[in-house]
């Protein structure tokens, strides 16, 4: 069994979220979308979904607090009824928006695959910044900055090495993670040809390092520092 996870800290309402057609005891707050965001960027999915997002789902619930649970019930038996009606199936509702599927008797795949982090575990900057482990700390790096769709703040992302993950691994994980961290730092300071190069090095001595692929692959397919780079990507894959 295979298992991806997205941890953040922060506040949330509880509710049941749904339709007639699909209820789902959930939480709901910019927080939960954060997490859930991060979870989905564990693992590659090969497959057809439709996603209904609520635009402005941050100003809207602080606005209307706990009503927000109504609101977004019969936001969601719009969308239900229409998915039912064109013989698909709601799925899961994840606080802002609402996974369709339409079953397909031979799935063709129309896009390759887009690259993620291919980890376990991703931690958002906030739920980082409030461990307490020392040993969880050493085994913590950072890979990325992003931000998530629904939310404009930058977040800096970090993944929990498990030590099974580290068998291709030539010499020391702490050599390593120093080294990469040092080549993070370089591409959110928009310093990416020497950041590039310390991710090469990065991957001779750590050849299935999946983030370092994302982050080298991600700058390759950009050629150069894109302009006025903020320091950040938006991780729009969910």
Same mark, same amino acid.
């Given at each position: 069994?295979?298992?991806? @996870?997205?941890?953040?800290?922060?506040?949330?309402?509880?509710?049941?979220?749904?339709?007639?057609?699909?209820?789902?005891?959930?939480?709901?707050?910019?927080?939960? *979308?954060?997490?859930?965001?991060?979870?989905?960027? !564990?693992?590659?999915?090969?497959?057809?979904?439709? @996603?209904?997002?609520?635009? $402005?789902? !941050?100003?809207?619930?602080?606005?209307?607090?706990?009503?927000?649970?109504? @609101?977004?019930?019969?936001?969601?038996? +719009?969308?239900?009824? $229409?998915?039912?009606?064109?013989?698909?199936?709601?799925?899961?509702? +994840?606080?802002?928006?609402?996974?369709?599927?339409?079953?397909?008797?031979?799935?063709?795949?129309?896009?390759?695959?887009?690259?993620?982090?291919?980890?376990?575990?991703?931690?958002?900057?906030?739920?980082?910044? *409030?461990?307490?482990?020392?040993?969880?700390?050493?085994?913590?790096?950072?890979?990325?900055?992003?931000?998530?769709?629904?939310?404009?703040?930058?977040?800096?992302?970090?993944?929990?090495? +498990?030590?099974?993950? $580290?068998?291709?691994?030539?010499?020391?994980?702490?050599?390593?993670?120093?080294? @990469?961290?040092?080549?993070?730092?370089?591409?959110?300071?928009?310093?990416?040809?020497?950041?590039?190069?310390?991710?090469?090095?990065?991957?001779?001595?750590?050849?299935?390092?999946?983030?370092?692929?994302?982050?080298?692959?991600?700058?390759?397919?950009?050629?150069?520092?894109?302009? *006025?780079?903020?320091?950040?990507?938006?991780?729009?894959?969910?």
């Amino acid at each position: 069994v295979k298992m991806g @996870f997205g941890l953040h800290v922060g506040w949330a309402i509880e509710g049941a979220i749904g339709s007639c057609h699909k209820v789902d005891p959930s939480y709901l707050s910019p927080h939960v *979308n954060m997490a859930a965001r991060l979870e989905a960027a !564990t693992k590659q999915v090969r497959a057809c979904f439709g @996603f209904c997002d609520i635009r $402005q789902f !941050t100003d809207t619930t602080e606005i209307l607090e706990e009503e927000v649970i109504f @609101f977004v019930n019969n936001i969601a038996e +719009i969308v239900h009824s $229409q998915v039912v009606q064109t013989l698909g199936a709601p799925n899961k509702n +994840i606080g802002d928006a609402f996974l369709c599927v339409w079953k397909q008797t031979e799935m063709e795949l129309l896009e390759p695959d887009k690259a993620q982090y291919g980890v376990m575990i991703l931690l958002s900057e906030q739920f980082h910044a *409030n461990l307490r482990s020392t040993e969880c700390l050493l085994s913590c790096r950072k890979i990325d900055r992003i931000t998530v769709k629904g939310s404009s703040q930058p977040t800096v992302l970090y993944t929990y090495d +498990i030590g099974s993950s $580290q068998a291709t691994l030539q010499g020391s994980y702490q050599e390593y993670k120093d080294k @990469f961290e040092c080549a993070v730092d370089l591409y959110i300071a928009g310093k990416w040809p020497r950041a590039m190069m310390l991710l090469e090095q990065c991957l001779l001595m750590w050849p299935t390092d999946h983030p370092a692929k994302v982050l080298h692959q991600y700058m390759m397919e950009h050629v150069a520092k894109p302009r *006025n780079w903020p320091g950040y990507r938006e991780l729009s894959e969910k």
